[in-house]
């Protein structure tokens, strides 16, 4: 059994990471869905409330909260497959509780780009108003590396630098993903 798990800042490649995995029949968990439903089990819209019920979770339940709900998922997951990928990392708290639960198993991938390399990546997608200057996508910035995902990348097992070609970063996530456990 192995647990991937992705970490990286906005626009680093993390969601192409993901459709890599899906793309070899490899179950993703993304850690936001846990948030989703819990806005929708308190009846409100994810779309507003998101950031609000991340920040209560943490504080009702422990800054661990999100990936604590995450592990389920991510065992009923590996009912069925050998790897599994966790999208959504945050903290370095984070990581320490995927290293508890699946100790030698688990891997933490980090994903780099430089910021202006994320900018544009961003900007092609359109999710984000980047605005000039990439302003938008520094206060994202920020606001992830306050949770500690700072922390987290530089916890990293394997850091891959996604700055060339998406066809190079998708063969280099593939050969991760398929590669035999050290
Ligand atoms: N090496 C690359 N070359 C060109 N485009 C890329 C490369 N890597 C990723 N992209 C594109 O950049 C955009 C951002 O990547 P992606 O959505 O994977 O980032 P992310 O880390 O999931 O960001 P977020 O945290 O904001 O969801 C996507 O449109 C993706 O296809």
Same mark, same amino acid.
């Given at each position: 059994?192995?647990?991937?798990?992705?970490?990286?800042?906005?626009?680093s490649?993390?969601?192409? @990471?993901?459709?890599v995995?899906? *793309?070899?029949g490899? $179950? !993703?968990?993304?850690?936001g869905d846990?948030?989703?439903?819990?806005c929708?089990?308190?009846?409100?819209?994810? +779309?507003?409330?998101?950031? *609000?019920?991340?920040?209560r979770?943490?504080? =009702?339940?422990?800054?661990t909260a999100?990936?604590?709900?995450?592990? $389920?998922?991510?065992e009923e +997951?590996?009912?069925d @497959?050998?790897?599994? &990928?966790?999208d959504?990392?945050r903290?370095d708290?984070?990581?320490?509780?995927? =290293?508890?639960?699946?100790?030698e198993?688990?891997? &933490?991938? @980090?994903?780099?780009? $430089?910021?202006? #390399?994320?900018? *544009?990546? !961003?900007?092609?997608?359109?999710?984000d108003?980047?605005? /000039?200057?990439?302003e %938008?996508?520094?206060a994202r /910035?920020?606001?992830?590396l306050?949770?500690?995902?700072?922390?987290?990348i530089?916890?990293?097992?394997?850091?891959?630098?996604?700055?060339?070609? &998406?066809? %190079?970063?998708?063969?280099?996530?593939?050969?991760? #993903?398929?590669?035999?456990r050290?």
């Amino acid at each position: 059994m192995r647990v991937i798990g992705t970490v990286g800042l906005p626009g680093s490649g993390k969601g192409e @990471a993901a459709t890599v995995a899906r *793309e070899l029949g490899i $179950p !993703v968990v993304t850690m936001g869905d846990v948030i989703r439903a819990e806005c929708r089990r308190r009846g409100l819209d994810p +779309a507003d409330h998101h950031g *609000e019920i991340a920040q209560r979770l943490r504080e =009702e339940e422990g800054v661990t909260a999100i990936a604590e709900r995450s592990l $389920p998922l991510v065992e009923e +997951a590996l009912n069925d @497959a050998g790897t599994v &990928l966790v999208d959504g990392i945050r903290s370095d708290v984070e990581v320490e509780r995927f =290293e508890e639960r699946f100790g030698e198993d688990f891997t &933490l991938v @980090a994903v780099t780009a $430089p910021f202006d #390399l994320r900018v *544009e990546r !961003v900007g092609v997608r359109g999710r984000d108003n980047v605005g /000039d200057g990439g302003e %938008a996508l520094e206060a994202r /910035d920020e606001r992830e590396l306050g949770f500690g995902m700072g922390a987290a990348i530089d916890r990293a097992d394997v850091t891959v630098e996604n700055t060339g070609t &998406l066809a %190079a970063f998708r063969r280099r996530v593939r050969s991760i #993903l398929e590669g035999e456990r050290a």
